[in-house]
């Protein structure tokens, strides 16, 4: 098992530019998040899934969109990238049993992005 | 709202010394409270959980205690290695909405031999 995967590890964009970032996970998740982790504030969730074809924003959604169109794939789209969105993230998949109180969450390795 | 609130760093120390690394929450109810570990250029992974009050959950020589009349959720190690080094981040998912994870702002351990 791959476990979560991102695609790149690496950009670099003007402002402007648009680019998506691919999210892909093989423990059949329900649930897919993206977040993004920046100096001292930790991790912000930026758009989440709780199933194929539905999204939901999460604490700092804006210039951010998602698409979860196959259980295994969750993209996050840039329009027209700012330099305020340079940033590390993350993608992570999670799962909820009947009668287990926790939701252990599964990271992909990153992408850092700059924007200039 | 839900948050977590954790000692901000870097905490350097040396090779067997002990490590605590302080968390505390506000919640409702009872939520669930892990501890996430993140190497150098590596996603987040789960080091230990507790979802009940009292609960002690431990891993790789870890441990944190789920203290509800505090609020707290400190991490400890007794005795740590050079391979320990990463940033730690306290976080925890609500009672309601469980599917979410709140996470603090993390804390950098730098260990030196």
């Known amino acids: 098992n791959a476990g979560v995967t991102q695609t790149p590890k690496f950009r670099v964009l003007k402002t402007g530019q648009s680019m998506t970032l691919l999210c892909a996970q093989d423990?059949?998740?329900?649930?897919m998040y993206w977040y993004r982790q920046d100096p001292g504030m930790g991790l912000r969730l930026i758009h989440y899934s709780v199933g194929e074809g539905t999204t939901a924003k999460g604490e700092v959604p804006d210039g951010y969109n998602v698409s979860r169109l196959k259980k295994q794939n969750f993209l996050l789209g840039l329009e027209s990238a700012a330099p305020s969105q340079t940033s590390v993230y993350f993608c992570?998949?999670?799962?909820?049993?009947?009668?287990?109180?926790?939701?252990?969450?599964?990271f992909g390795p990153g992408t850092r992005l700059t924007v200039l | 709202g839900d948050s977590v609130t954790q000692m901000e760093g870097p905490v350097t120390l040396s090779e067997e010394a002990f490590l605590t690394i302080n968390c505390t929450y506000t919640a409702t109810g009872y939520p669930s409270l892990f501890w996430y570990v993140q190497y150098p250029g590596e996603g987040l992974q789960l080091l230990l959980k507790a979802t009940k009050a009292d609960d002690k959950g431990s891993n790789k020589g870890f441990e944190a205690t789920y203290r509800k009349e505090t609020t707290s959720f400190h991490l400890e190690k007794g005795s740590v290695q050079v391979s320990d080094s990463a940033v730690y981040f306290c976080?925890?998912?609500?009672?309601?909405?469980?599917?979410?994870?709140?996470f603090g702002a993390g804390t950098r351990l730098f260990v030196k031999a």
């Open positions: 992570a998949s999670s799962y909820l049993s009947p009668g287990v109180a926790y939701n252990e969450q599964f």
């Open positions: 976080a925890l998912s609500p009672l309601t909405g469980g599917f979410k994870t709140i």
């Open positions: 423990m059949n998740h329900e649930y």
